[in-house]
Structure formats: C-alpha cells, structure tokens
C-alpha cells in the first residue's frame, strides 16, 4: 500500500477525463452513469421527502391544517410511489453499485456499457410520466394501486403506473448487467469467494430484478386494459377477481421489498469490516444468506393479503415461510456482531450509520416477524403499526445503509472528504429523530390508530404531534448533510486513495479514479477482508 | 478509449479480454432477458388459468369461435420460421453471406404470413363484436362473461404480436448487418441471439395455440 504522504486529486480522472456535456450524455462509464443515477435518485428523495413531511405536517393536530383529504390522499400516495419507484429500488444498485461494482471486481466496466446508459434514459423516461401525472391530477390509490378502486378513481393512474411500467426496463437492465458481469468479469484471481460480499449482495438483488420485475410489468398492463377496456380481469363487476390483482401485485412487491433491503446489507456487510478493522466473520454464511433471502422472498408474498380473503390454508403457509425470512436475516445480523466483536472499531459517520442500521433494522425486521405472526397481524393490519414497520426496514435499514455507503465511497467518487463534524451531527439529528416519529408510530399502531386516514381521535394528538416533530429534526439532519456533502466537492481535502484503510479492489485505484478505473491491471494478492494478516494505512 | 489494445479484433469491446468472454456474456445477458420474457408472458398464463378454472363451460364455449384451421396454420407457418432462422445462423458461421441474407429474408416473410393471418381472424372478430372487456357486443354465446375469454385471447395474442413485430425489426438489422459483412464465421453473436430470441418468440405461439384454439 502506498502512503500518498501529501494527497493530490490526480489531474485526468474520469470527472474530467473526457470534458463536456456531451461526453456525458453520451458517456458508457459505469462511474458516470452511476453519478448520473445518484443525482437523479437524489432530487426524488428530496422530492419524497418534502412530500413526507407534508403529510406529517398535517398530522400535527387532527384539525385541517395545510390540506384537505383529497390532497391528503394524494400526498401520500406521491410519497410512496416517488420514494420506492424511484429513489429506494434504483438507490443502492443503480447509484453506488453502478460505481463500485466493476471497480470492487477488478473489471473495466459492466458488461453491457451502452444498456447502463440506456437504463439510465429509461428510467428518466418513467419518471417523466410520473412527474406529469404529478402535475396534473396525482393519482390518489396509495402507492400499491390496489382494484377495483385504482380502476374508477378519476385521477392518473394510467401515466403513474405507465412510469412504474417504464421504470421497471431500467431495474431489469441494472440486474441483467450485474448478473453478467459477476459471472463473467471478475478479475484474474478474483474467485467467487473471493468477491467482497457486496457483490454477493447486489449479485443476490439483481436475480430478484430479473424475476421479479417482469411480474410487475404485466400486471400494471392488465390495471391499464382494465381502465381502458374494462377486460374484467381484476374488476368484480364484469366476473374478474380483486385478489387476483393483490397477489400479482405482492409476487413482485414482496421481492422488491428484497430488492430495497439486499444491497443495504451488502454494504454494511463492508463497513462492517472496515471500521472494525476486523475480518468479517462468517463470510460464506452472509454470502449464503444473501440467496436465501432472495429464494425465501418468491415465496412469502401471501402475508400482505391476510384480511384480503385468502384460503385460511394459504395464510397459515404464508404465515410459516414468513419466518423463514428471520434466519438469514438473523445469521447477517449475528455475523456482523461478530464481526465487531473486539475489533478496533473506528466511529467515523459510515460507520455511525452502519451502527444505526444493526438498531434499527433489527427492530424492524422483529416486528415484520410479529406482522408475520396470523393472529397478531389481524389485530393491527392496516394500522401505525405496519407503517412504522415498514419505514424502520425501509428507511432505518435501507437508507440508514445508504448514507453508510455514500459516506464511505464519498471521498472515492469525488477524491475528496467531508466535514467529519458535521457528519456526526446530522447523524445524531437524523437518529434520534428518525426514532422520535417512527417508535411512536408502533404504540399507535397497537392503540388502534388506522394508516392512512387524514384525521384522528384526540387521543393520539399526543403522540401524533411528537411525531411530526421527528419527522422535521429528520429534515434538518438531511439538510445539514446537503450542505457539507455538496461543500466537500468543492472544497474537501484531498482524501487519497484509501482514507479508511479498506483491503477491498475499489481503494486500490486513485480517488476519484481514472477513465478505465485503473492505470494498471489489478493484481489480487489478498482477500478483501484480510485484516488479521495485512496492515493497511489509511491515506487520510 | 484508451485501450484499443494491439491485435485486438475490432468487434471486441474495450472492456472484454477476448472474444469468448464477450460471447459468453452476451449469451448469458440473452438468457436472462428470454427469462424476463417468460415471466411477463408468466402472468398472463396465470391469469389464464385462474379464469379458465372459474369459468370452465364459457372458456369451452367460447373457444369454439377461434379458427383452428388459422390457429394450425399459423403455427406451422412459425415453426418453418424457426427453421430457417436457425439455417440462417449456420450460413453465417460458413461464412455463405448470401445464403444468410436469404433465409432471413424467408424468415421475415414467414413472420408477415403470420401477421397477415392474425390480421383476418382479428378483423373477423371485431366485425363480430367479440371484442375485449366492455367492448363485447357478440350476442351468439350462453354463459358467463365471456369477454373475460376474449380478453385474455386477445391480451395474449396480441402481445405475442408486439414480440413477432419486435423480432422482424431484429431480423431487418440481421439483413443490414449481414450484407454489409460486419458478420462472419469469426464472430456472429448477434444473429445467434436474435435466434434465440426468434426461438422463445415461437416456442410462446406453441403454449398459446392449444390453450387458446385445442380446449376440450
């Protein structure tokens, strides 16, 4: 490992290295286009976020305070849509493992440069459709689009759930190129078990890209030919069947809820490391469990339908493979423990996020195993309970590793670091208030409080009001973090090719890298998680 | 691109070390997507099946107006096409352009009998009024719902047809390629993929014919 004393940002790097707009527009570099993904999917989550604390705003009292219910209905549902179509699914893989993957692997590229590109432009595409049903007449179903109601409402269904259709091209072509470049561009020495287990996480994510997205595909056709032909397939009134679009619905959502969660596992399986200074421990088994995740997901879409009316039959398998779901889960939470376990853990921001992942996402995957649990789930389906579930797995798992990840990688893919101060600040605000709106969600969620209504009883203003509070020291946290983010790179101290001391491929190359990713080809000498028999120096 | 390295073939892209391992993902990334197909059609067949044990009497039925005669013929017209598809490829790989160019020219030309075909028993159809959904007028059939079956038929037949059209725009490229002599028994990856793709396209119109035309 060199030690870079003085660190310089190196003169050509693929920022600059070819210049103009045009180069990229048109550009076939995986480091690009997942720049172009990260800002994208970074004005939805802004986007989404407004919207959140929008809801939450109104929330404050029971009284109409800035909408009305229609609006109220609608805010909502761009909440969801924006938030999972387009910044929770295209996140991790398309943004950050557009970035790393090829360069963890060695490789020059992903296979299939110019549909990385064209995935890019679809998913622009499908979000024009969503932001023009925004502008004019959002749809107002909630983001699950459910029949018959998404069939007669007169908002715009069609053009959101054509984006939806749309978006879906660019999760399949991102899960297509990861597959093929997994099998087929590792480089020389890098085995299978040699691959950081991020690979092993997006490896796992994309299969689920793969199989699950086409499901989702054609069942937003059938909603559209249902509103435009009224073909009775899902409309009980010309002899189709609701259910049957809640479980075409659920085959895929209940994947892409994998989808969401993989990859942010797949990254705190590297922090993890890194900041403990410590070999991952149970490497085979977080690899492992990553597909077992992915082959159990197929199966257990059934739980969200337990009050749909489905055979009591079919709800107590659901019920049962639902468990299943806690074991290779519980295996990456216990691996990463250990991992800790005596290790010589450095509290840098990512792994400050990486800690507030381990707490939140185990909170919210126990409680998605009482969600799991038949006569609990009938008890508070439908209520604050589900929907604080959900945002601990969503939100406190998935972003929570997200910002792990973008505070990981941020000086490799701009050469530059951050206010480490301020970091630790919006990290605390983000915390504490994350746990301020949602923890209160659970105890109103087992006081009956039901999601989605506009109002309340006065019996919950309490805990609603605490609520929204959190929601906006959320918000200041994430505008902290705007700040010194953007500040960084323009006016970061160089950060030099390792300032974590990591052993993984991507620090190997300078920071930010070259236009080919590395000046010479890499060599893989050791496993990407060797810190029991190599010293690395950090750059920082 | 800085690595047009020396002695490369100039179909390898940059970022590939040799001509198989190009093939080999471009085979793979084909394989996922025919995968992808599969389960989009995979919906359809479900949703098929759902209504087919619903409504088991309308399905039978309304089946009864399908033209079998048409349904066979184009069947038979689609399998000759997988056959000269796959002859097309062995002509590039024996490096007989000509040859090529004609087989696919034969294989687009068996695609439009099959269009042509489908045209008539759809016209036939909607001059009936067996049309989808709501727009069901056929007064001619007992039972219930039976533009549920005529939904389904045409959702699946007619997005088989956006996939023959989506392979006969592949196949013009194959043309185009082969005649400007970009492809050879050195590298024909893309004509191998564009018949696997011709292949999946077929082997969808074999489930489709006698779920549809061949009930009871």
């Given at each position: 490992m060199s030690t870079a004393s003085a660190n310089v940002i190196p003169e050509r790097n693929y920022l600059n290295d070819p210049k103009g707009l045009k180069s990229w527009l048109l550009t076939k570099d995986h480091k690009r286009i997942g720049l172009m993904y990260l800002f994208a999917i970074m004005f939805f989550f802004l986007l989404g976020g407004i919207f959140a604390l929008l809801i939450r705003w109104e929330l404050l009292t029971p009284a109409v305070d800035i909408m009305e219910h229609d609006t109220y209905n609608k805010m909502f549902t761009l909440h969801g849509a924006v938030m999972i179509f387009?910044?929770?699914?295209?996140?991790?893989?398309?943004a950050l493992g557009n970035f790393v993957l090829p360069l963890m692997l060695g490789a020059k590229d992903v296979a299939f440069p110019r549909l990385n590109l064209a995935s890019w432009y679809v998913y622009c595409l499908g979000a024009l459709f969503m932001i023009y049903a925004l502008v004019t007449n959002p749809a107002d179903t909630g983001w699950t689009f459910y029949t018959p109601y998404s069939t007669q409402t007169n908002t715009a269904v069609i053009s959101t759930t054509l984006g939806v259709f749309i978006l879906g091209f660019s999760s399949i072509f991102t899960g297509l190129n990861f597959i093929v470049t997994i099998h087929k561009l590792r480089a020389p020495g890098m085995t299978w078990f040699r691959m950081p287990l991020f690979a092993w996480g997006t490896y796992a994510t994309a299969i689920l890209q793969v199989l699950a997205t086409p499901v989702i595909g054609i069942t937003f056709v059938l909603l559209i030919m249902e509103r435009l032909l009224g073909i009775g397939i899902f409309d009980p009134a010309l002899g189709g069947d609701p259910v049957l679009y809640q479980h075409f619905f659920w085959f895929y959502s209940h994947p892409a809820v994998y989808i969401m969660i993989l990859p942010g596992m797949a990254i705190i399986s590297e922090t993890v490391s890194v900041f403990s200074h410590k070999k991952i421990f149970g490497y085979k088994l977080i690899a492992f469990s990553s597909l077992g995740i992915a082959f159990v997901s197929f199966l257990v879409w059934g739980h969200h339908m337990f009050?749909?009316?489905?055979?009591e039959l079919a709800a107590i398998m659901f019920s049962f493979l639902t468990f299943l779901v806690g074991i290779p889960s519980g295996i990456k939470v216990f691996n990463w423990l250990a991992t800790m376990y005596r290790g010589s853990i450095s509290l840098e921001a990512p792994m400050l996020y990486t800690l507030s992942f381990l707490i939140l996402f185990t909170i919210g995957g126990i409680t998605g195993i009482f969600l799991g649990a038949l006569a609990i789930d009938i008890h508070?389906?439908?209520?604050y309970f589900v929907v604080a579930h959900f945002h601990y797995v969503m939100m406190g798992g998935t972003v929570m590793a997200f910002l792990a990840g973008i505070h990981y990688w941020w000086p490799k893919i701009w050469g530059r670091m951050y206010n480490e101060f301020w970091a630790k600040i919006a990290c605390a605000l983000i915390f504490i208030g994350f746990n301020m709106t949602f923890f209160t969600q659970f105890i109103m969620g087992t006081q009956g409080m039901p999601r989605r209504y506009f109002t309340y009883l006065e019996q919950y203003q309490p805990m609603h009001g605490f609520s929204s509070i959190g929601a906006f020291v959320i918000g200041a946290g994430f505008v902290i973090m705007a700040v010194y983010l953007i500040a960084a790179i323009f006016k970061g101290r160089p950060a030099g090719n390792n300032p974590w001391g990591?052993?993984?491929?991507?620090?190997?190359?300078?920071?930010?890298?070259p236009h080919g990713n590395f000046d010479e080809e890499p060599v893989l000498e050791?496993?990407?998680?060797d810190y029991d028999t190599i010293e690395v120096v950090a750059t920082k | 691109m800085h690595d047009v390295a020396d002695g490369h073939p100039s179909f390898l892209q940059h970022h590939f070390f040799e001509p198989e391992q190009q093939a080999e993902a471009a085979k793979l990334g084909t394989w996922l997507f025919l995968l992808t197909e599969i389960l989009l059609f995979g919906g359809l067949f479900c949703a098929y099946a759902v209504y087919r044990a619903w409504y088991p009497d309308m399905f039978y039925e309304a089946h009864l107006q399908l033209n079998v005669v048409l349904g066979a013929t184009n069947t038979v017209v689609l399998i000759t096409s997988s056959v000269t598809m796959a002859l097309a490829i062995r002509a590039v790989q024996m490096n007989k352009s000509k040859q090529a160019i004609w087989l696919l020219v034969a294989t687009l030309a068996f695609a439009c009998t099959f269009l042509v075909i489908k045209y008539f028993e759809y016209s036939h159809k909607f001059h009936l009024g067996?049309?989808?959904?709501?727009?069901y007028s056929f007064t001619g059939l007992e039972g219930n719902n039976p533009h549920v079956f005529f939904s389904v038929y045409f959702l699946m037949t007619g997005l088989h047809g956006f996939h023959v059209l989506g392979g006969m725009g592949l196949i013009t490229w194959m043309i185009v390629k082969v005649s400007k002599g970009k492809l050879s028994g050195e590298y024909y990856t893309p004509i191998e993929m564009t018949g696997l793709y011709w292949h999946l396209v077929d082997m969808i119109w074999i489930f489709l014919f006698p779920l549809l035309y061949l009930i009871g």
């Open positions: 387009l910044f929770i699914i295209p996140s991790i893989p398309a009050t749909s009316g489905q055979s508070v389906h439908d209520t990591s052993l993984s491929f991507e620090w190997l190359t300078s920071s930010p890298p050791h496993g990407p998680y | 067996q049309l989808p959904g709501k727009y």
